[in-house]
């Protein structure tokens, strides 16, 4: 990643990190588990 492109990770308040496909593939279906529950939580039905 270039200097300017972690620069501009940070100022959108993200921190930027080297991971495994494993670890995204953890990160991101613990995300939709997460928003799924909210949704349901929330009583939102798809249209």
Do not use: D, H, W
């Amino acid at each position: 990643m270039t200097p300017a492109a972690r620069e501009q990770f940070l100022k959108l308040g993200l921190e930027p990190a080297a991971s495994t496909a494993r670890e995204f593939q953890a990160l991101v279906a613990a995300a939709v588990a997460n928003f799924g529950e909210a949704v349901r939580a929330a009583g939102i039905a798809p249209e």
